[in-house]
Each structure stands twice: as C-alpha cells, then as structure tokens.
DNA sequence: GTGGGTGGTTAAGAGTCGGTTAAGGTAGTG
DNA sequence: CACTACCTTAACCGACTCTTAACCACCCAC
C-alpha cells in the first residue's frame, strides 16, 4: 500500500486529504508542525511527502532542504497559499519535485501524488532482505543473484513480508495488504504461503519465510535475533 | 481501549479534556504535578501522555528527557501557552512527538492523540523489565539475549504484566486482559503462569514473576521495592 | 487438629492451527 | 476451442495449544 505524510498545521485541511486519500487506498501518516513532519520523514518509509510552505516552528523549504542534504530522495508536493506564492516559487529548486496552490481539487491532488509516486518507482525501487532482492521497477525478483517465477499473489506476500522484513506481519495484516477489504475465505493464504516457500526456500539450504506460531510470518534468516 | 495520561496542573482544564475524550471512548488517568505524572508514566502503559510544560515541583519536558532515558517510547504530546513558544523547539529535541498552543480546540486535541497512537503502532516497540525484552514488531522475547518460545495465550499475559511492571496487575485484570469479555472457567490462567514461569524463570537464578498473594501477579525482580 | 481457601503442578481430551495435496473454476491466449 | 496459468476451496494429517479436572502443599481461622 502506499504511504503518504502529510505536514500540515491546517488541521482540518490535513483531515480532509487524509480522509479522501485513505479512501483511495493511501495510508496518510500526519504530522502538524515542522520538527515533527521532519522526525518522521527521517524515520520511517513514505512514498510520498505532502509539505505545506507555512509551517509554525519549521518551515516546508527547511525540512526540504534537510530531507535532500541527508540524501533522501522521497519525492515531495509542495503546499503554499496562492499570497505566499511569489516569493517563495524559486526556492522550489530546493529539491521539491511539485507543488500545488492552496485551494486545490483533492482529485488533482491525488493524481499528482500517484504520478510523483510512480516516477520514482520508474529511478530504483529495489526491496532487499538477506540474498533476496525484489525489483519493483523491472518486476523481477532474485535470490543469490537467480531468477524466481512468482504468480502474482503470492507477489504480493513477499512484497508486503520484504517491505516489513525482518519483522513479523500478522496473519490479518498480510491478508488486508493482499486482498484489501475483499478478503478470500477459507485457507487461501496458507496455500500462497506453501507455494511462496516453494518457490523461495525450498531450493536453497537457509529457510527465510519463518512462522511465528499463533500469529503470522516474517522474513527472517534463521539465527538472526 | 486507548489510554492517555494527563499531566496538568489547570484543574478545570484537565477535567474538560478529560471529559471530551471519554466521549470519545478514550480512557484517562490524571496527574495534577509532575512527580505524580512522572510516576504514573514510569508504573503504567499509556498510548499517548499529555504534557503541561509548565509544572509545579517538575516541569514536562524534565519529564519528558526522564522518561526517554529510561527508554520509555510513549507518545508525548506538549501542551504550551503562547508565550512559551520558545521552549517548544527545545521541547523536541527532549523527545516529545508533538505540541500543542493553548489554548486550542478539542477536536484538534484528539485527532492528534489519535494520529500519535497510530503511529506509534506501526513503528518500533520494545517492552522491557530487568534482562525481559519483548519486541513486538519482531514478535519475539528475549532473556538476557537469549530467545524464549511462547505460546499465543502465554505472550499475551506476559505482554501485560510488562506493560505494568514492576506494578502488580491484579487476576480479574489480567484476566480481562488477555481473554476480553468471554473469560474461560475453571482455573486457566493458573495454567498459563505456570507455564510462563517454565519458560522465562525457570531456566534462571533469579526469578521475575512475583505471586501477590490475595490479589495477582507481578513482574519485579525479587529484592526490589 | 480440622476445614476451607489459595496457589502450584500434572496429565488428558478436545480443539485449533499450519502444512500439504488435489480438484474445480476462471481468465487469458493462441 | 484447447491450452495454460492461476486462484480458491475443501479435505486431511500431524503437531501444538488450550481448557479442564484432579491432586498436592500451604496458610490461616476456628
């Protein structure tokens, strides 16, 4: 699923986008001042970054600036009011990769996130764990540099296991990130496990999709921990 | 249910939060100074503290640095008048995940308490008491570095006497705890922290889980308190 | 001493969970 | 239409887990 941040001090605002982009299948992480939204940025995975300019405590640009001098490469939607737009419009050579004057469409917001998203998925979207490698970008996945034939489900467990890795999802967890809210009844996620093992573990001497008893699975080398 | 820790000295305030969020079917415990909000911190599990930065006898963010040093990850949120902007930045690089200006809408107030608590589950979480850890994004437990198998019902007791420790969490609770409304009869949990002991004390000198005789149990190491 | 309450220990049956296999159905393709 | 790839479902088995009941040990009141 992607995941959006949002730093914004209009609280109604940031709700709104939130709620509409949550509707849409986008997980929106929030943050209402500058040091926040930075902290955040920092420590956690987001495939989008929706900055306002006019921030109490930090402004948008800084935390820009800062993201880009840290080599963080999460491409960011600039926010500004349409009054704070002259002055402000050169420092967008700061390393923004967008921006949007305030009012604007939710739908037009959204289809700028998912561009900017999928353009960086076209740059280098590697997902790594141990000797397996998944390639969003060319679609391919390896383990010690071999080649492995997945059917689209069960790429889709991997990918929401790598994205986790090395820690363990719930069996709910990896059936909401699979199916979404439509879930499969029955035991379908055991068989797309059994053959994802198959396929992952079974040709190679260190096992690294692991069941955690009473809860789910992690991808996770054996020893570790 | 999500419970938040008040830590303000404005009576009438506290008890207006307290209220709106009640409503909101969050659950509020309460300290007017900050020794007591700092103890209660230390002895109990809180999704979110709110924070006065102006306290009688301790002030927030001394609380604030007391807490993260001693690991203690929760959610902290600032709550500051207008003419302490200043510390608030300062506030930050004590650990506190947000703030607030009062004085501010309790509308707002929630859905940052919630936002905080979202994310906090997603992120890190260490449970830790003594040589226990338990890491519940990796889902495993360790004693003195060395990993323990628990099964389901055992992690969950065990969960919750960390969450507590080294307070004592009563048998009704504990029972509430891990089983919710539909309690099994007969003598289960007796079952469940024997099998607990087995596995986290028994291959050890010292022992962790203390019976309170009369009421429950604890985790505390023998000589302390 | 006796009896009841509390807590610790053990074993057994019922039930659940995870792994495995196979069958049927659907969609896409040539 | 035939063929293939894939997903879901059902069924089965072994292993594990939970509950339950029974027994034991201890403390304390009477």
């Known amino acids: 699923m992607m995941k959006v941040l949002i730093v914004e001090d209009d609280i109604d605002l940031a ?3 939130a709620e509409y982009l949550e509707l849409e299948g986008i997980s929106c992480d929030y943050a209402s001042n500058g040091l926040a939204g930075l902290n955040l940025a920092k420590g956690n995975y987001f495939d989008v970054i929706l900055l306002d300019i006019n921030l109490p405590g930090l402004d948008g640009l800084s935390i820009c600036q ?3 001098e840290e080599g963080n490469d999460t491409p960011i939607l600039m926010m500004t009011a349409l009054d704070q737009l002259d002055d ?13 004057v305030k009012p604007f469409e939710l739908k037009e917001l959204t289809a700028r996130i998912k561009a900017l998203a999928r353009r960086r998925s076209g740059q280098a979207q590697l997902l790594r764990y141990n000797d397996l490698e998944m390639d969003l970008n060319a679609r391919n996945v390896t383990r ?4 492995l034939k997945l059917s689209p489900t069960v790429w889709r ?6 994205r986790h890795a090395p820690n363990a999802v719930s069996k709910d967890a990896l059936e909401q990130a699979v ?4 879930l499969p009844g029955s035991n379908s996620l055991k068989v797309h496990i059994f053959n994802l093992r198959k396929a992952v573990d079974a040709p190679y001497s260190i096992a690294l999709l692991q069941t955690i008893p009473g ?8 020893h570790e921990n």
Chains 1, 2 share one sequence.
């Open 15 to 17: 709700k709104t986008v």
């Open 66 to 68: 800062q993201l880009r």
């Open 215 to 222: 809860h789910g699975f992690a991808l996770r080398s054996e």
């Open 157 to 162: 467990v991997l990918e929401t296991l790598l």
């Open 88 to 100: 402000k419009i050169e420092g967008f050579q700061m390393g923004t990769d967008d921006y949007l």
């Open 144 to 147: 010690g540099g071999q080649a």
């Open 179 to 182: 199916w979404g809210d439509e």
